[in-house]
């Protein structure tokens, strides 16, 4: 299986999310099954996993191809124009992080209004992440993006400090011992069995 981590928007959690969705992969199918391609110029998660120690892989895009079975992408910012097109055509879905704030919305419908442009070829679902559990953000997002018609995961990130903590350290976020830490980590380990249909 492909997945491409993808959004318009910096800031919302893309290389949170493939981080901890080819952790999800690792847990479930086993070691050496997943890697990770961090395909953006920035290289958040190479840095991530250079500063500790992820239970798999993370390799350039030019790197030779491995044996593992399932590959998580995380993307350059703002895939538009051909690399879209190709983003879409060599993956099986595509995950879309956003926050529930308003810039972030509005960056996530121009993603939308591109992939809707290929004619029903995306695969894709919106993830919303950070999202503060002391206010109804998140809710009012989830009605605004379904009235939409826009796909979206049913599960949902909530904002964790663990998270942070676990860039630093170079770990998933359930190795953090922190408090909430496996909150954080049970939102992720709920979107990866709805990828993999295992919800």
């Known amino acids: 299986m492909i997945i491409t981590v993808t959004s318009h928007k910096g800031g919302v959690g893309k290389t949170v999310t493939a981080v901890h969705l080819a952790a999800f ?23 991530w996993a250079q500063r500790g120690g992820l ?26 124009g051909e690399d879209l097109d190709a983003a879409v055509a060599a993956s ?20 939308v209004q591109d992939l809707e442009r290929l004619g029903g070829r995306a695969e894709y679902r919106v993830l919303l992440t950070m999202v ?4 109804l953000s ?6 605004a993006l379904e009235g939409e018609g826009v796909p979206l995961f049913h599960g949902e ?9 676990a860039a630093l350290e ?16 049970e939102d992720y380990e709920r979107i990866g069995r709805e990828v993999t249909g295992r919800a």
Request: proline share 9%.
């Open 132 to 135: 503060p559990w002391w206010n």
């Open 55 to 80: 239970p798999f892989p993370v390799v350039e895009p030019q790197a030779e191809p491995g044996e593992e079975e399932h590959s998580v992408l995380d993307s350059q910012g703002r895939l538009h």
């Open 170 to 185: 170079g770990v998933p976020v359930y190795q953090v011992n922190e408090r909430r830490a496996r909150q954080g980590w």
């Open 157 to 165: 990130i909530r904002r964790r400090e663990a998270f942070q903590t």
């Open 138 to 143: 998140g809710s009012r997002a989830r009605k």
């Open 25 to 47: 992969f690792t847990q479930e199918f086993g070691a050496g099954t997943t890697v990770l391609v961090d395909t953006d110029p920035n290289g958040s998660a190479l840095e």
């Open 92 to 111: 099986d879905l595509l995950v879309v992080p956003t926050t529930p704030e308003a810039l972030a919305l509005n960056a996530l419908m121009l993603l």
